[in-house]
């Protein structure tokens, strides 16, 4: 983010106000996504007064509550279909249950989904002040509380609250450690103390939902971030077998297996429903291609130099691209990514500020610009149904996330550096083509 030569921070605000002069088209696109979210919460609501977005119903979080039921009866977490699948289960981890077991125990069951998106929100908003004041810029009131309404106006994590989904919270968790990341790597007081908070956050987060373990980037570039998260994960499991059995943790695995091979395949966008967003599971070889871009990902995260900014952005905003069933709420992880590359762009001597902007609003409008595609524009245009094959690759959400992979991978890899024998050998080779060349 633009500096200030002032000894305290400037607040976002104050920044915004400063660059209307200096970069005035990114200060209209700025005022426009805030905009976007302010309003979004109104946009919603109509749209569910026609029936096209969905109401507050919590479904996921009744497969949460169940999980608990579940344990203090003494019965199987999780509970196999007639297909042999475990749709409609519940498909998180065994020590999971203790994350959900206070809210079910703690309040009446019909305010316990409600305590519970509260809290979950609650979290977002505080990591992402935290990460917001990492980068630093300072926060007042007023713009904390315009940070909460904007939240609520970010569509898949209010979609994630609507479904009574782990978005907010893992969303949260994973600004947490982008403040724990960013405060670490500029040698700030208590450096170990952000160490541990970045790592142990990745790595809950990491384990309480497997797909998002490319969350996990930033941890190869620091031995102390490393360590962490493996003694937090050690500790978890130490935990998650002693309280639920060998049993459970069996059944999970079996549980991963089915969402591996039920995430393979993908129906056509046509079927759209709010939280539908596919987008790799319709390439031919799509698990091959995700375990190269993984590779790609930890390349950089070992190879960059002084890039723990962009390798978090990279690794995080990867996750929706990568996961191998991927929904719309998802992209709450996107917000602490854009956040960050924001701020690289800034500081980038040819900086495009403008692209996480872009980025992020198409991720906004994914969910209801995909069902406009797929829907609506056919009822006018009869003759664009003939798209349908081709409905994968009109995903907005798609585009938006390849522009905020794309651009922290290209910033990523603008500070890979070779190790020194590597160059050697190339300088090696070199020398000796040349030799051969001259005779």
Known sequence: MPGNSDSSPMSALEALHRLRHERPRWTALALATL????????????????????????????????????WEAGEPLYTRNDDGGFHG?????????????????????????????????????????????????????PERL???VALLGFQPLLLGVKMGQTAAFTGGMLALAGAGVMNDSKGRRFDDAWATLGAAATAFVGLLKLPFAPAGAHLLRSKRRFAAAVGTGVLLLVVSLAVFGVDSHRLYVDVLAWGVESGGSARNPALWLPPYYRPLAWIPGAIALRLVASAIVATYAVLAVDADREVFA???????????????????????????????????PSGRPALPLVGFLCVQFHSYGLKFVVDVVPQFLPAFSALRPAYFLLQPGLWGNLVLVGLAAARAAE???????????LAAMQSDETSLQGD
């Open 35 to 70: 905009a976007v979210l302010l309003t979004w919460p109104a946009v919603d609501w109509w749209l569910r007064s026609i029936e096209v977005a969905p109401q507050f119903r919590f479904w996921d979080f009744g497969a949460y509550g169940n999980a608990v039921a579940s």
């Open 89 to 141: 289960s519940f498909l998180y981890p065994p020590f999971s249950v203790l994350l959900f077991y206070p809210f079910v125990e703690l309040f009446e069951p019909e305010t316990t989904r409600l305590a519970w998106s509260v809290v979950t929100v609650g979290v977002m908003w505080v990591g992402m002040q935290a990460l917001v004041a990492s980068l630093g810029r300072s926060l007042s009131v």
């Open 146 to 148: 315009l940070g909460l």
């Open 314 to 348: 990279l690794g995080v905003a990867s996750i929706p691209l990568l996961a191998p069933l991927a929904y719309t709420y998802y992209f709450t992880v996107v917000l602490p990514a854009a956040v960050v590359l924001l701020a690289v762009e800034f500081d980038h």
């Open 415 to 425: 500070r890979v550096e070779l190790p020194a024998w590597v160059e050697a050998r």
